[in-house]
Nanobody, 120 residues
Framework: QVQLVESGGGLVQPGGSLRLSCAAS????????MGWYRQAPGKERELVAT???????NYADSVKGRFTISRDNAKSAVYLQMNSLKPEDTALYYC??????????????WGQGTLVTVSS
């Protein structure tokens, strides 16, 4: 019932910027941690950034100083601002939402993925 819709991916030149958005639809009692993961062809899915309910953030070393994760609890959304993009950032980006359902269950949901391609 709860679905995550991602947007913002696309083709960008090295050094460019993109802003990814992920919004949840459906009834959610409360939201805990949210995050972004990515998966490049032939590689395992890896953590990019996470943000807790209290706003604490954590980033993969490869994106520190370039990416910024943020959230809007009122909109049940999480964002990823990506600056100074590099070709190695090319991947499918997935948002992740951890939440408490209206029936008091701890749940996790993944977005469908949005493709980011960094190439000249």
């Amino acid at each position: 019932q709860v679905q995550l819709v991602e947007s913002g991916g696309g083709l960008v030149q090295p050094g460019g910027s993109l802003r990814l958005s992920c919004a949840a639809s459906g009834v959610i009692f409360s939201i805990n941690d949210m995050g972004w993961y990515r998966q490049a062809p032939g590689k395992e899915r890896e953590l990019v950034a996470t943000i807790t309910r209290g706003g604490n953030t954590n980033y993969a070393d490869s994106v520190k100083g370039r990416f910024t994760i943020s959230r809007d609890n009122a909109k049940s959304a999480v964002y990823l601002q990506m600056n100074s993009l590099k070709p190695e950032d090319t991947a499918l980006y997935y948002c992740n939402l951890n939440f408490i359902s209206t029936r008091a269950y701890a749940e996790t949901q993944w977005g469908q993925g949005t493709l980011v391609t960094v190439s000249s």
